[in-house]
């Protein structure tokens, strides 16, 4: 534990538990800035918005990110964060619900959730933090492995394709979608800003440095700053990806704001109508 006189930041002072601190990530791990990418959009957000703000999360590393924060949270079973969250904001409309979750726990355990709450459109933020592989467990291939990528279950490289996140929600149902690295700063807290104001389910996939494992076995960079390098040389506009063919594309990250539709209504609007429908106020 930390004395609290040690933390001088803003941030930190005003919204994390800095009792229990210093956190439990690795040296370098990405989910310290997406701490602070989501602290900054609620301090430009107001004291409103924070206030009726509850944080769900799931298992794995990322799953301990909002643990740290003087809010309500719930840290639920592997694969679960969406299905309490969508019991959650199904009860109380009013709540900014927040799940924070990893690619394992989103795409992997918990892939049958994220695209149901996608299609019925219901008013949770998704953050969802990619690191490439299953980093809480020893460094497993995850469905946002690099095909080809070597981890500690594809020794000889990974055979099977990578999810592409956007895409999939995009078919799904979502209504915001974006996509980021942490090198992105800004542009990510101003995602964050806009996905939590948003009235519909949004999705902001953050791709994250994990020296420990995905920067040893993926990049070969186990130094968090080369990891944050290769982001930023690695990382394309969507705008600029649209002129490029496949193969300029392999390997790249196509970053930047995907989806942004106001046509589809949430889904505890359309609940709050069956339920007048029901007593018979709206026929």
């Not at 924070?100 to 795409?107: A, E, F, Q």
Request: charged residues 25%; hydrophobic residues 40%; aromatic residues 8%.
């Amino acid at each position: 534990m930390l004395p609290e006189a040690e933390f001088e930041h803003v941030l930190a002072k005003k919204y994390m538990r800095t009792e229990i601190m210093p956190h439990a990530f690795c040296p370098g791990c990405g989910l310290g800035i997406i701490e602070r990418m989501i602290l900054m959009a609620f301090e430009e957000l107001g004291q409103e918005e924070w206030d009726r703000t509850v944080f769900v999360s799931g298992i794995g590393c990322s799953g301990w990110t909002p643990l740290y924060f003087r809010r309500d949270a719930a840290h639920t079973l592997h694969g679960r964060a969406l299905a309490f969250a969508t019991a959650l904001k199904a009860s109380r409309p009013d709540l900014n619900v927040v799940v924070v979750m990893g690619d394992g726990d989103s795409m992997g355990i918990g892939g049958n959730h994220l695209i149901h709450a996608a299609r019925r459109n219901i008013g949770i933020t998704a953050i969802i933090a990619t690191n490439m592989l299953y980093s809480l467990t020893g460094g497993q291939m995850s469905p946002t492995t690099p095909e080809g990528a070597r981890t500690n279950t594809t020794p000889y490289g990974n055979i099977e394709p990578n999810f592409n996140l956007m895409e999939l929600l995009k078919a799904a149902g979502a209504t915001y979608l974006a996509r980021w690295t942490t090198y992105h700063f800004i542009q990510a807290k101003n995602s964050i800003k806009k996905a939590v104001k948003h009235k519909g389910f949004a999705a902001i996939e953050i791709v994250f440095q994990c020296p420990t494992y995905a920067g040893r076995y993926i990049l070969n960079r186990p130094d968090p700053r080369d990891m944050m390098q290769w982001f930023k040389e690695n990382s394309i506009p969507l705008g600029v990806a649209k002129n490029k063919s496949p193969e300029e594309l392999r390997g790249k990250i196509i970053v930047g704001e995907y989806l942004h539709r106001t046509d589809r209504k949430e889904y505890t609007e359309r609940l709050r109508e069956l339920e007048e429908r029901a007593k018979g106020k709206g026929r």
